[in-house]
C-alpha cells in the first residue's frame, strides 16, 4: 500500500484512524497546514483534490504565490569533518559541493 497521494505537484500523507475508521492525511513539504479526510479511500481523495483546489484559489485570491514543496534546494546537517573531506574531494575534482553530493544522490536507490 502506498502512503501519499499526488495532485497538482502536492504529495499528501494518507493515514488511518482505527479509532475514529477514517482516513486522514495532509499536503507535506510546505509550511500552510491543508488537510483533508474521508471515510474511504475514494472521499479521502476528492477531499484531498478539493484541499488543493481551495488552496490554489485562495493564494490567488490573495495575491500571493502558492507554496511549492520541491524547490531543488535543501539544508543539511554534516559534522565539520566531513564538510571539510567533501569540500577538498569536490575542489580537488574541479565541481562544486553541490554537483558532487547530486552525482552521489543520483546513484542512490532513492533516486530510482
Known amino acids: 500500500m502506498n502512503n501519499t497521494i499526488q495532485y497538482k505537484g502536492y ?14 492525511g495532509k499536503v507535506m513539504g510546505i509550511r500552510s497546514l491543508i488537510s483533508y479526510e474521508g471515510e474511504s479511500a475514494r472521499e479521502l481523495l476528492a477531499d484531498f483534490h478539493g484541499a488543493v483546489d481551495d488552496y490554489l484559489e ?47 544522490l543520483e546513484k542512490s536507490p532513492a533516486a530510482q
Open 11 to 24: 504529495i499528501g500523507s494518507v493515514e488511518f484512524s482505527e479509532e475514529d475508521s477514517i482516513f486522514y
Open 58 to 104: 485562495s493564494c490567488k485570491a490573495e495575491g500571493k504565490e502558492p507554496e511549492v514543496a520541491f524547490k531543488g534546494s535543501f539544508n543539511i546537517r554534516l559534522s565539520p569533518e566531513l564538510h571539510k573531506r567533501i569540500y577538498i574531494y569536490a575542489a580537488a575534482h574541479q565541481m562544486s559541493m553541490n554537483r558532487y553530493i547530486e552525482e552521489i
